[in-house]
């Protein structure tokens, strides 16, 4: 059975950099935003759950998500997001369950935003935790999703404060302006091994 580091921080932080050196040094990576994405797709039992709690605003004709609009709603109020997790989260821990069971490889990291508060996290042997500064997190979501500062400040606003994945956390990762080494993933990876 895979040992199972979980993988999390704020948006803009710098997860998917660190993800992608897990993967090059042999580990199977399971992409929660991926995953939310697939899970949400037309014709899925979570997309019907979504459409019943937000009305059919949030959806095109083609009954595709809207995802700038639902984001909209649940970025700029708390409980509209507590409830979107509550919808999405059961749907999306079958999957990563289903796709731990399967992997052949000695690691998995379970790469996810709300690792702590969905529950992957007591599924996971540690926890990494990858920070950075509030404005560089700006900076990459604008770049990254083509938002504007106040959208991209609401997204980092919508989440919890550094303390609490620092309090969360088994490793830290500071992925500020010297960026992650991937001697730092390996020295992990040789952890969770041991």
């Known amino acids: 059975m895979a040992k199972v580091i979980g993988l999390t921080g704020g948006s803009g932080a710098g997860k998917s950099t660190v993800a992608r050196l897990f993967a090059q040094q042999g580990a199977e990576v399971l992409d929660a935003d991926q995953i939310a994405r697939d899970v949400m797709q037309p014709g899925m039992p979570a997309l019907s759950e979504v459409r019943a709690s937000f009305g059919a605003d949030v959806f095109r004709p083609d009954g595709s998500l ?69 404005e560089e997190r700006i900076s990459r979501i604008m770049a990254r999703d083509g938002l504007t500062y106040a959208q991209a400040a609401a997204r980092i606003d919508a989440q919890p404060p550094d303390a609490f994945y620092r309090a969360h956390s088994d490793f830290l990762l500071d992925n500020g302006a010297e960026g992650i080494r991937a001697s730092q993933v390996t020295a992990i990876l040789d952890k969770v091994k041991e």
């Open 66 to 134: 809207r995802r700038q609009a639902l984001a909209d709603i649940v970025f700029s109020d708390p409980a509209q997001l507590a409830l979107l997790n509550r919808i999405t989260h059961k749907y999306i821990l079958r999957v990563v369950e289903e796709r731990l069971a399967a992997t052949a490889a000695d690691v998995a990291v379970i790469d996810a935003a709300v690792l702590i508060e969905s529950g992957l996290a007591a599924r996971c042997d540690c926890v990494v935790n990858v920070l950075a500064g509030r």
